[in-house]
């Protein structure tokens, strides 16, 4: 294409929304002339679908659910009264609680202001408020937030390591139906190393968890300090904007009213019925074009700024999790999926730049780029150029060396990062997500493979006790096959192997 064809193309192509301080340049996805027009028709079928489910419809067959984390920067669009004040009220009581625990009104057990929070939680209870915290925290944090987000006892101790002393730390667990292994188990530990400290665990935690959960029976029962809602129509993946991530947001002291202000600014947009003004339907027909509409590409997310480190490990789970599906909405094995993955640049063009411009061509790539620097001036490390003139040097560069060698990109630009911009670029990548699953014919509010693997490893753990209960009868065995056939399960020698092999670390 020469330089007159691609500027054409770019200012044809350009999606600029100024309400968000976005822009969104697909000028470099090697679609067609009539791609666009040809699934115009699809684009206006999915917008319709996604109409239905913000208006209330059940969008989660597996567990007759609404899906609503939409409403939770609209709540008047719930579709009842009762709910929008659920919605509402969360969001005061959130604000309310940060401010006295900051202001002291709320302190710990020693009469001193907490300083610091634990959030215990896995997958999107946790991966939503640690994108967010990295994103918008700072020295001037008015709490230090830690989490444990997995069930990996050297990894609980390093974090605990990392608090110091526990007198001041507030825990807030978060667990929709707390009967969440991993969350379960963070909160066991942390409740003795609580213990161990001579403090009482129920006079610093908070739980974030559904009504009548078994999580909000311990919570009333042992007295904890308070207890915010999960609702069984936020998927965890999506429940950044919920008290999942508002909560230690707003203990961390980001701006939790602008954070939702600029989600629902992209909602607003996304809602758009005019396709090229709609940056999350572009998205999606991108994701189309660069995926063949079937995952036979991978997304490789660059952002050009440190403070969007972990926004590729949030996409994963929302991406991934909503895409990969077996069955389509007919029924049909299709094995759907959407790989992502991604660091940061330029860090990247030291690491795996080199496949992406020279390998094996199987990746589309999304850039990232925040026209603000810093909030001050910046020096010069050479006459008249700063750190951040090479970076934005190092990301053109790449962009088109990427584009020089066929491989496809578009190019997200956002004016800063503050709370406003990462609550639309979360809004904007939800939609997306949705979109796109309504132009593949697939579900992307439900996630079986994800309960299949939790049933499963409750299956490892009952064969794991009995292999126990065994060696305690016959100490000394050590023959996985022989083992497994006196419990019966000959046919799961391997993973008895397996067990034998682990027990001997103890």
Sequence with gaps: MNTTALWTRFQDTLCHCPEIGLWLDISRMNFGDDFLSALEPAVQKALHSM??????????????????????????????????????????????????????????????????????????????????ADALGGVADAMTPFFLDNTDPDGMDRVFNQIGSLSDCLVIVISKSGSTKETRNGMLEAKAAWQRAGLDFSKYAVAVTGAGSELDKLAVAEGWIARFPMWDWVGGRTSVTSAVGLLPAALQGIDITALLAGAGHADRLTRNEETQRNPAALMALMWLQGSSGCGKRDMVMLPYKDRLLLFSRYLQQLIMESIGKDRDLDGNKVQQGLTVYGNKGSTDQHAYVQQLRDGVHNFFVTFIEVLQDRSGNSMEVEPGVTSGDFLFGFLYGTRQALADSGRESMTITVERIDAATIGALIALFERTVGLYAYLVNINAYHQPGVEAGKKAAGTVIELQKKVRGYLAEHPGSSDAAAVATALGVPEQAE????????????
């Design 495 to 506: 993973l008895v192997f397996a067990i034998l092999r682990r027990l001997k670390t103890e």
């Design 51 to 132: 109409e239905q489910l913000e208006a209330g419809a059940i969008a989660n067959p597996d567990e007759n659910r609404m899906v609503g984390h939409y409403w939770l920067r609209a709540p008047e669009l719930a579709p009842s009264p009762a709910l929008r004040t659920e919605i509402e009220e969360t969001v005061r009581s959130v604000s309310a609680f940060a401010a006295e625990i900051h202001a002291g009104k709320l302190p710990a057990p020693n009469g001193q202001p907490f300083t610091k929070f634990l959030v215990i939680g896995i997958g999107g209870s946790a991966l939503g408020p640690q994108f967010v």
